[in-house]
């Protein structure tokens, strides 16, 4: 294969040479180049100055970890290090190589379109494949397929081999892949138990048919494009090592946030020159649950020996309180590398801990917090509201809108305007109502019945000709052979469903109603089997949506609200001076004057479900999103928690979140919607409201118990009652490990016999003979 020009091999850059010969000419009046120098404290200088050998640059929340990259960058090209093709600057997103693009261009004072190496690890990884795509079977004019070519492309093999779709779904499929390849597992680096995930051990063959198919079309996905790249490099040393030639600095953006692929990606390009930069806070890391491995920037030393580690802890951003308060909580990390947070903003707000007694109190205290910001003539866009669950919204929302106070939801659509609520709102609305053809028409085949495209247009038709509602439409055509087959078969039994629901309104509760038609129709299963990330969530907005019902005495009287709600929402037209409302995920990188962090309660925050999945590591990255949501304050940073939550319809008590009590008490206050009050005062108050929690609450619950009021640890809280410590839940001790031992025979009542190949605290990895591998508690299962 003959090489390239791009890989002609650059001599060294003479001293000759200006940057306005190595890159583009410089613009008029530009500043001097050395200016960028100017303004960096000491680390961030050290940063930008030490370019040869690795290094490592612990960047915390807010202490300009983008002025420090774009610095180095431009002090690279400044100082005549390498010609700008010769460094790969590697980003997370588009937005953020726009960004370092834009900026280094203002401090060297000219454009930058001479770094065609700067850019998201895909965009560059896709560019790499062009040149080599042959070397993996593939031309250079590959198409890269988007999630429904993808989707589509598994259906047709799915339904090829003969398995049920509807139980092994082709999202489902796609999701493992994505998974396998984000791990950099080819079809034949598959283990035993990633084999079992998929139609009962078919999901290996199912992978490789997809990949095989791929390459008869000329096509990639997404997550071949590093995997492709992985495969290029390892199987040909001579392409590789041009790499290493060509790059002779390479720097890494978000390293926390790197996958197992793009790690094996850079380790492999990062061997020739050893001048590898990687910026990134471990404190951070909270991507877990699509692929980061926080241990990629934790054994960083480790993999380049030598390696020099700069901590950037000055703060720009927020208060002395504020930092103080989650350098703290983040503390009872263990899986960390440790730095400590500090500003010369001194004093500043004390964070706030205010108890609550419900939701709705919880969303009515803090539109009034948000009032009394507004009316201090300060702005709504600069107040945020960061939630652990989507499903928290809804409070907040119908709030703001019943008081007009305007908002935003970053990161997706509103509460009532989401997909699954207004499918559900379809189905209730022609419950009452069999003349609402726009509900009709958006749940006759949600989920599919096999009722397609043709079928509608006859029903539409009929209904037009006859002058009546599609429903009524629907059950005079199928009486005749206008619609055959499985299409009126479904309508037919669509019908019956109807007839059957309507007949129940009078003689069942709306809500238990609600939940009978979201499971007899499908629609409930119908996420349960989609395997996408979002699904859990939308399973969960359901429960959530069953609960607002059951504010109401009657399903009239809701879908009156809901469509008053809608109205209302809709004449407010679009502002730019709102609220923010965004869960803690949407919210990193973001920062604003006033933080609400709300539901921080046992089961909520951190996530039960990520404490029953990912056991330590799931608690250690719950604890970086409470750290990352509290550094999103600049000033004021607010946490709430309620006594009582309504959990999928029905009460439960709530414990405070163990996070609560990790906070240092000498940088934190306890406040109620009255305002501060003395110590003792709100530590009695609270621990009545809560020692009814504590006394209903179960052993096997892991929880922390109320320590703060339980302990005297400062005059801001003062001492609980003697009566909470009786009622207090116990926590498991810390590391506890499992009596089960590696190699072990065991029984699981549901996934059979099989042996245990790992053990973290009470969480088993055991490979069952017949499922797979598994993660389980040890309290599931039993010794065979």
């Known amino acids: 294969m003959s090489k390239p020009d791009s890989f002609r091999p650059a001599p060294p850059p003479p001293s000759s040479r200006s940057i306005s010969q190595m890159a583009m000419p410089t613009r008029p009046g530009a500043a001097e180049p050395a200016d960028y120098l100017a303004g960096l404290n000491p680390e961030q200088a050290d940063a930008v100055k030490t370019t040869e050998g690795p290094l490592l640059v612990l960047a915390g929340a807010g202490t300009g970890k983008t002025r420090v990259l774009t610095c180095r960058l431009a002090h690279i090209l400044n100082q005549k290090l390498a010609y700008p093709s010769q460094i790969l600057s590697v980003t ?22 001479g770094l065609p190496w700067l850019g998201t690890f895909h965009s560059i990884a896709a560019k790499i494949l062009r040149i080599h795509a042959e070397l993996v079977g593939l031309k250079s004019n590959f198409t890269i397929l988007d999630t429904d070519d993808q989707i589509r492309l598994l259906k047709q093999i799915i339904k090829a081999e003969g398995i049920d779709d509807k139980k092994w779904t082709a999202r489902y499929m796609a999701s493992l892949i994505d998974g396998w390849k984000n791990k950099g597992l080819t079809p034949g680096k598959l283990g035993p138990g990633h084999k079992q995930q998929f139609a009962e051990g078919k999901g290996q063959l199912i992978y490789k048919t997809y990949q095989d198919r791929l390459k008869v079309l000329n096509a990639a996905d997404f997550g071949d494009l590093l995997l492709h790249n992985l495969t290029i ?23 926390q946030d790197t996958n197992v692929c793009q790690y094996l990606w850079l380790r492999l390009l990062a061997q020739g020159s050893n001048n590898v930069c990687v910026v990134g806070d471990d404190d951070q890391s909270i991507y877990g649950w699509r692929g980061a491995e926080v241990d990629n920037i934790l054994r960083f030393e480790t993999d380049f020996p030598g390696a020099k580690v700069i901590r950037l802890e000055r703060n720009y951003r927020s208060t002395e309180h504020i930092l103080a308060a989650a350098s703290g909580l983040i503390s009872a990390n263990e899986d960390r590398l440790g730095k400590t947070l500090w500003t010369e903003d001194s004093g500043g707000h004390k964070v706030s801990v205010v108890g609550v007694w419900d939701a709705p109190a919880e969303a009515r205290i803090i539109s009034t917090e948000i009032e009394n910001w507004r009316s201090q003539g300060r702005k709504y866009k600069d107040v945020a509201i960061l939630v652990r669950a989507s499903r928290q919204m809804r409070s907040f ?4 809108i019943q008081i007009g106070l305007p908002y935003k939801v970053i990161g997706g659509p509103r509460f009532f305007e989401r997909q699954e609520i207004r499918d559900a709102h379809a189905y209730l609305r022609l419950l009452v109502s069999n003349t609402d053809d726009l509900a009709f028409e958006r749940v006759v085949n949600t989920p599919k019945r096999g009722i397609g495209a043709t079928s509608i247009q006859k029903l539409q038709r009929a209904a037009r000709s006859m002058g009546v509602p599609l429903e009524a439409a629907t059950r005079e055509l199928t009486k005749t052979d206008e619609i055959r087959g499985k299409a009126r078969t479904s309508l037919r039994s669509f019908c019956l469903d109807l007839d059957r629901w309507r ?8 809500t ?24 859990a969530g939308r399973l969960e907005n359901l429960k959530e949506l069953i609960q607002a019902m059951g504010e109401f005495d009657t399903l009239p009287a809701y879908l009156e609200h809901v469509s008053l709600v809608l109205d209302v929402d809709k004449g407010t037209g679009a502002q730019e001076d709102e609220v923010s409302l ?8 973001l920062e604003f004057p006033l933080v609400f962090l709300p539901g921080w309660e046992e089961g909520m925050f951190p996530s039960q479900k990520s404490l029953d999945e990912s056991g330590m590591a799931g608690l250690e990255e719950e604890r970086r999103l409470a750290y990352v949501g509290i550094t999103r304050a600049r000033e004021q940073a607010k946490i709430y928690f309620a006594a009582n939550r309504q959990v999928y319809g029905s009460w439960q008590s709530s ?20 305002g501060l009050h003395d110590s003792g005062a709100v530590a009695e108050r609270v621990a009545s409201n809560f020692s009814r929690s504590f006394s209903d609450a179960q052993n096997s619950r892991v929880s922390p118990g ?30 506890k490990s499992s009596n089960y031992k590696i190699g072990e025979r065991v029984f699981h009542q549901k996934f059979g016999y099989g042996d245990v190949t790992a053990a973290d605290g009470t969480k088993l990895t055991v490979s069952f003979d017949k499922a797979g591998e598994k993660k389980v508690l040890d309290g599931f299962v039993e010794r065979a």
């Open 582 to 589: 965004m869960t803690l995920h949407s919210a990193k990188g």
């Open 397 to 400: 929302e119908e709030r703001f």
């Open 655 to 674: 414990l405070p979140s163990r996070f609560i009590d990790e906070l240092p008490p000498a940088h934190v206050e306890a406040q109620s919607d009255s």
């Open 512 to 535: 238990d109603l609600a939940e009978q038609i979201l499971d007899e129709s499908g629609y409930t299963q119908m996420w349960r089997d989609n395997k996408d990330a979002k699904s």
């Open 233 to 255: 490099f390892q199987n040909n040393p001579d392409v590789l090592s041009r790499y290493h030639s060509k790059f002779r600095y390479i720097l890494v953006d978000e390293y």
């Open 503 to 510: 007949a129940r309104l009078g003689d069942l509760k709306h």
């Open 92 to 113: 997370f997103t588009n937005k953020a190589a726009r960004e370092m693009r834009h900026r280094v261009s203002g401090l060297l004072g000219q454009t930058t379109e």
């Open 706 to 735: 109320w320590q703060r009021f339980q302990q005297n640890k400062s005059k801001s809280f003062g001492r609980a009652p003697k009566d909470i410590e009786c009622h207090a839940v116990r926590r498991p001790a810390k590391g």
